[in-house]
């Protein structure tokens, strides 16, 4: 019996190695149709970390704020002069928005997560963010990476009568807000895999999946030419130092 269980335990744990390698090593995709000629990176975006959640922050310019007016709808000042970088993120709709802290922490929404549950893009308004700052990623991309980007972060928009639709009184401050999102969240496609789906759009070779922050880092640097990343570190970015930066 007890051999019996040992050997239950080993295979489980080998099988879970195995799926998180090749979710790693396999490309996704397997391959990009080459351009005649090759378009100049002359575009940044960031990839923002902590230990189970990313986000992709898009530096603010005209063209954006006009796309995404729609976040004055939930209270967010686009006029604010310290803007620098409209931030997304997708997410479980109880989780993302019961868990603000680590000591909101519950049962209930965490059980959820690993099920089906309603998904929410979060929008996050913020000033200058030190390039060389714990869990920045700078990523250079072209300009038709950051159009297609854009046009992926608009599409994972829920909306009625053609209009996002913001969740008052689910942001954590001033300075973001939440949206119903399209799909539903679960422990196989949860947010990270979409940032990885955002990345490819504008470009990029991720893992085939990286549930995982750790994951789609590793991804991204062993499929992509290391000149697209600038230096960066992996320690947590905490949420605070964000919602700060354009009070």
Known sequence: MISRIFKGVFFSVLAVVLLVG?????????????PGARSERSQQILVLSNPIHTDIAIPVDG??????????SAGLDLGNPNLRYLIFGWGGRSFYTETRTW????????????????SVIHAELAGDIPLEA????VIDIDAEGL?????????SFDRSDSNP?????????????FFEARGYFNALMGCNTWTAAALR???????????????????LRLHNDDERFAASHTLPLRRFDLLQVVS
Do not use: H
């Open 22 to 34: 090749l979710g790693i090593v396999a490309p996704r995709p397997l391959w990009y149709d080459q």
């Open 63 to 72: 063209d954006l704020l006009t796309r995404f007016a729609f976040l004055r």
């Open 103 to 118: 000591a909101d922490l519950k049962a209930g929404p965490v059980l959820k997560s690993f099920a089906f549950d309603r």
């Open 134 to 137: 714990p869990a920045v990623t």
């Open 147 to 155: 159009e297609r980007l854009k046009q992926f972060v608009l599409a």
């Open 165 to 177: 639709i913001p969740l008052p009184g689910s942001n954590y401050g001033p300075n973001d807000a």
């Open 201 to 219: 759009q504008a470009g990029l070779t991720s893992g085939l999946w990286t549930s995982l922050p750790w994951m789609l880092r590793m991804s």
